[in-house]
């Protein structure tokens, strides 16, 4: 079985704010990707995310849009050494009301090799995603980027 994870966080708005703070991104690069994010999440859409921890802008690619419900995503895993070359791993995020007003966006990502560089590779990316939730949860909550100065 390939790596995989999930994360997920409840923050204190209604979907569609959260929804559009992931779709939207000009609201992505103000706390997610620091280096700039281009293209909104639509179906079909190729987009780039960009960061400073991570120089040079990578291709998303997105498969699926369910406005307000999920997004799903494509994009390459980091070069390893297999003879079968490149390959993505996918990203799905959910978006659930809450009775409370609140909304619950889990995060999963699969499909890394079974070999030390996917393992490696899935434990940055569940850092990251995990990293994001929670800077999405205070810029979407009280505007402040979390992430500011914090890679560069």
């Given at each position: 079985?390939?790596?995989e ?5 409840r ?12 779709a939207d991104?000009t ?13 909104r999440?639509e ?18 690619n997105?498969?699926e849009?369910v ?26 995020m959910?978006?659930e ?9 889990p995060?999963?990502?699969a ?5 030390e ?18 800077a999405?949860?205070v810029?979407?909550?009280h505007?402040?980027n ?7």
């Amino acid at each position: 079985m390939a790596y995989e994870f999930t994360v997920r966080g409840r923050i204190s708005r209604p979907v569609h704010e959260v929804f559009d703070a992931v779709a939207d991104p000009t609201q992505l690069s103000l706390y997610f990707t620091t280096g700039g994010a281009k293209g909104r999440l639509e179906t079909g859409a190729t987009v780039t995310w960009d960061f400073l921890d991570f120089p040079g802008a990578f291709p998303v690619n997105v498969v699926e849009v369910v406005p307000n419900k999920k997004i799903v995503l494509t994009w390459d895993a980091p070069p390893d050494d297999d003879p079968a070359g490149n390959y993505q791993t996918t990203v799905t995020m959910g978006f659930e009301s809450l009775e409370d007003g609140r909304t619950l966006v889990p995060i999963h990502e699969a499909g890394w090799r079974e070999n030390e560089a996917g393992q490696k590779a899935s434990y940055g990316n569940c850092e990251g995603w995990t990293g994001m939730l929670c800077a999405m949860r205070v810029w979407v909550e009280h505007g402040i980027n979390l992430r500011e100065g914090f890679y560069k």
